[in-house]
């Protein structure tokens, strides 16, 4: 399932940029849905990135569409598997209310796509006199997964570290698990966001790719750290459960497949947490057992902690899973799909069954 990843943040706090950002780097096949509350739709002539593919609403706003209909249409158009997209990205307009973007995304019935973290961009230095000048923190940070403090170059030097502190406290009032990173530039590690697939242009792109990436030089971005735990054998449910319920705070996503006892032999699994919301699925088919894996990412992340914590869940287990274990797994795959197929994801012996 490709993931979906929303772009939000009040008028011109670096959503574009943040895109731009992204679009620059090679190897992942990106789509973009670009929503301008305008007309016109002005975000367009501003990505300067590669675009595999692209829809657009314009003269309104995502989060106001009447259902979910708007949106999963283009969602659906774009995870058209002859587009071999890796990830789509929706730029929501400043306007737009990241908690309506992401009851349409949980609820929106689009096959193929699975949400994929809603990152709200904060312009640091407007931010305290336009989205938070109430007693309470703003409501919509509860469903962002990524926080970016951006436009901290905009502030003298020896005020940014407070002035993200303070931001970063804020915000933690509406979402304690938060993962908030500082950003100028809107540059951050694209790792926090999807899967980059090669570090190298494929030897067919223009040299364009090259010079746009040098002139969006990243190298003072916050860095993301990774952490890789092999699975090479079948782990108890339970364990993994507890992990993905439970994730380290300094975790920001998991992701690979793993093998897991199901009662009935094994079977293999993939699993895809961003922020705190994990997602689970039946391996895709294709993906090679030996490379079976379980990776953290995430910024000023304890790689010994986390991988000390990831090696655990993912213990060889000789025992049988416990029922509770079963109806834990199968719960976490039901909520992992869409509505409409919720009663066709129970464990079943197919492909994936490796013994
Ligand atoms: N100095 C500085 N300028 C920035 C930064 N981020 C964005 N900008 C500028 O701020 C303006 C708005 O940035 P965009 O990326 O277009 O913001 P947006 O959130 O997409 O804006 P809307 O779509 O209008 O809501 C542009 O002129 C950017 O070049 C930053 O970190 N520092």
Redesign the pocket.
């Known amino acids: 399932m490709i993931p979906v990843i929303v772009?939000t943040?009040?008028?011109?706090?670096?959503?574009?940029?943040?895109?731009?950002g992204l679009l620059t780097r090679p190897g992942t096949r990106v789509g973009v849905i670009i929503n301008?509350i305008g007309k016109i739709n002005?975000?367009t002539g501003?990505i300067t990135g590669q675009i595999d593919a692209a829809e657009s609403i314009a003269g309104g706003c995502v989060c106001c569409l009447p259902d979910s209909g708007g949106l999963d249409e283009l969602l659906e158009k774009l995870a058209q598997p002859k587009l071999r997209l890796d990830a789509i990205i929706v730029?929501a307009?400043?306007?737009a209310d990241p908690i309506n973007v992401d009851r349409l995304l949980r609820y929106g019935n689009a096959p193929g796509v699975r949400p994929g973290g809603i990152i709200d961009?904060i312009?640091?230095v407007q931010h305290e006199h336009t989205v938070d000048t109430a007693a309470m923190a703003p409501a919509r940070f509860t469903a962002a997964s990524l926080v970016v403090v951006?436009?901290?170059?905009?502030l003298p030097e020896k005020a940014r570290d407070a002035a993200f502190a303070r931001i970063s406290d804020r915000v933690r009032e509406a979402n304690p698990q938060v993962a908030i990173v500082p950003?100028?530039?809107?540059?951050i590690d694209p790792q926090l966001v999807f899967d980059i697939a090669m570090n190298e242009d494929p030897s067919d792109e223009l040299p364009l790719a090259a010079a746009s990436r040098a002139e969006h030089d990243h190298s003072h971005a916050p860095h993301a750290h990774a952490v890789t735990v092999p699975c090479p054998e079948p782990a108890d449910p339970g364990a993994l459960l507890d992990l993905l319920e439970n994730p380290p705070a300094d975790a920001y996503r998991l992701k690979g497949h793993v093998k897991l006892r199901t009662g009935r032999g094994t079977q293999r699994f993939l699993v895809n947490m961003v922020g705190r919301q994990p997602h689970l699925q039946v391996a895709t088919p294709g993906s090679d057992p030996a490379d079976d894996a379980l990776v953290a990412v995430g910024v000023e992340l304890d790689e010994q902690r986390v991988g000390d914590r990831l090696r655990t869940s993912l213990q060889a287990s000789t025992a049988e899973p416990s029922s509770q274990s079963l109806t834990r797994l199968e719960r976490r795959l039901i909520l992992s799909s869409p509505a409409e197929q919720r009663q066709d994801v129970l464990i079943d012996d197919d492909e994936s069954v490796t013994s």
């Open positions: 772009l943040g009040y008028l011109g706090a670096g959503k574009t940029s943040l895109l731009n301008d002005v975000d501003l730029e307009s400043g306007a961009v312009d640091a951006n436009k901290l170059d905009m950003a100028s530039h809107a540059a």
